[in-house]
């Protein structure tokens, strides 16, 4: 089988499909040894085919005692999350934007009626302040990261 990226990516994607908590922990050097490379070159994998785009999340403690916990997205199989942060979000999000997003979370039952208000009091003009590029901008990352913790399998 191809080179030695790829044969990491597809044991890891298999160990992940058999994970029935939609998430795999595990430890960069005893899976390094088993590959018989370096630490970096398990980051490098992980960094360029294990990326939130490709809808994985990958969470990393270094160290003598750390883990890898790799996290399969659940908007990753029809694309949704990723249209969701480039067409409707991008690095902007107005005030009415997300809130019609926020309804439409909603209207799928992704989120509930007290969730959305709860986010809605956090993205409020009253909260961060009058619509600007810097509000504007904050608002567009903190609902990225919202979609990025409703889409996480291994909290459903």
Do not use: W
Request: charged fraction near 30%; glycine fraction near 8%.
């Amino acid at each position: 089988m191809g080179n030695l990226a790829d044969r990491i990516e597809v044991y890891l994607k298999r160990i992940l499909e058999q994970a029935a908590e939609g998430y795999v922990i595990l430890q960069r050097g005893v899976l390094a040894e088993e590959f018989s490379c370096a630490p970096s070159q398990i980051n490098y994998v992980l960094d360029t085919r294990f990326s939130v785009e490709r809808g994985y999340l990958v969470e990393s403690r270094r160290g003598g005692g750390g883990y890898l916990r790799i996290v399969r997205l659940g908007f990753h199989d029809d694309g949704d999350f990723q249209n969701i942060m480039k067409q409707l979000i991008g690095s902007q999000l107005g005030e009415s934007r997300a809130f019609n997003l926020l309804q439409r979370l909603v209207e799928d039952e992704i989120i509930t009626r007290r969730e959305e208000e709860i986010i809605r009091t956090v993205f409020h003009r009253d909260t961060l302040g009058p619509e600007s590029p810097t509000t504007n901008a904050l608002r567009a990352h903190m609902m990225k990261r919202i979609l990025l913790t409703l889409s996480r399998e291994d909290l459903h």
